[in-house]
């Protein structure tokens, strides 16, 4: 069994997950290990937090679990203001690694809240960065709407002259154009992005894995199953026809996949490290890779200046 690998050029940790990884080593390095807290996961990937953890961070669901006036940082996906409100009043030294992307949105539903328009969100329920989004809305939180399909924008009733809408940033992009089309055809005086949130990062993974689907039998894509970005990659792969699998390094990976493949292709989500594609390249060479070919150009991307308070 001899295959090829391609290699998206466009993949793994954009500007925001290197941001709040390196937010919580530089406060592990000023405060000292043990001594940093990090409410939630701070960033979706199994092998960051494993490795933060280790090197002395604690993470966190709740801020019960946090000693008073220690050090606490919230994580890229942000959080609402009563979280905030909650740990300015138990006293902690706050770090806000929100991604800036995702702070965007909150000050657009802060507004939103402060006119008494209705928000639409169409994203995710329960994931992190939308129960962040929601919070961020100043005032009576009945006003707020989370969608994600059409048919959840037909059900919806709100005040279509007097509303806003704002999605979470690592969406399927054509997904969300079908549900922003329909939120537009049911209120056309809403406002909103001309397309969606989706970040930059988001949108140019996606279009890398529709590259790599023109020419390859199966995908394997770096990223942990709670990982929002990495498993729209893998439906993306998957709606373009391809084999798709997600996996969390390459001890996830099952050789029969690679069973009558000619062309492997490989990417990783946005909070995936490199070492762990790394590994992966090494499995595939282990298991009949030939080659490894570099597919799409480099994206070249300033990095977010780190938070307050380091
Ligand atoms: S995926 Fe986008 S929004 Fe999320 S952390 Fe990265 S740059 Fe920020």
């Known amino acids: 069994m001899t295959f090829k690998v391609m290699l998206a050029n466009v993949r793994g940790m954009c500007q925001g997950v290197s941001r709040a990884i390196l937010t919580v080593e530089k406060a592990l390095e000023r405060y000292g290990n043990g001594k940093v807290w990090v409410l939630h996961e701070v960033v979706h990937n199994r092998h960051v937090v494993e490795d933060l953890r280790e090197r002395g961070a604690h993470f966190v669901e709740s801020l019960e679990e946090i000693p008073d006036g220690a ?74 709407h989370v969608v994600m399909t059409e048919d959840d924008v037909d059900k919806l009733e709100i005040d279509g002259n007097n509303a806003i809408f704002a999605t979470q940033t690592t969406l399927s992009i054509d997904e969300t154009a079908r549900t922003v089309a329909r939120l537009k055809q049911r209120f056309p005086s809403i406002i909103g992005p001309r397309r969606d949130d989706t970040c930059v990062a988001t949108q140019e993974r996606q279009e890398a894995i529709r590259e790599l689907a023109r020419l390859c039998d199966i995908i394997v894509i770096a990223g ?87």
């Open 71 to 144: 050090v606490l940082i919230f994580s890229a996906h942000g959080v609402g203001l009563e979280t905030l409100t909650n740990a300015q009043k138990r006293g902690f030294t706050i770090i806000d690694a929100t991604c800036p992307v995702v702070s965007h949105i909150h000050k657009k539903m802060n507004r939103a809240g402060e006119s008494g328009k209705d928000a639409v969100v169409i994203g995710h329920n329960g994931h992190q960065e939308v129960i962040g989004t929601i919070g961020q809305y100043k005032g009576d939180k009945s006003r707020v």
């Open 224 to 310: 942990s199953a709670n990982s929002s970005n990495s498993n729209r990659l893998k439906e993306v792969a998957q709606r373009e026809g391809v084999r798709a699998y997600l996996v969390d390094d390459y001890e996830g990976i099952d050789p029969d996949w690679l069973a009558n493949a000619e062309c492997v292709g490989l990417s990783a989500g946005a909070s995936a490290p490199e070492y762990v594609v790394d590994g992966i390249i090494s499995f595939l060479k282990s298991h009949g890779a030939q080659e490894v070919v570099s597919i799409g150009q480099k994206p070249v991307n300033r990095p977010f200046p780190l938070p307050n308070g380091l």
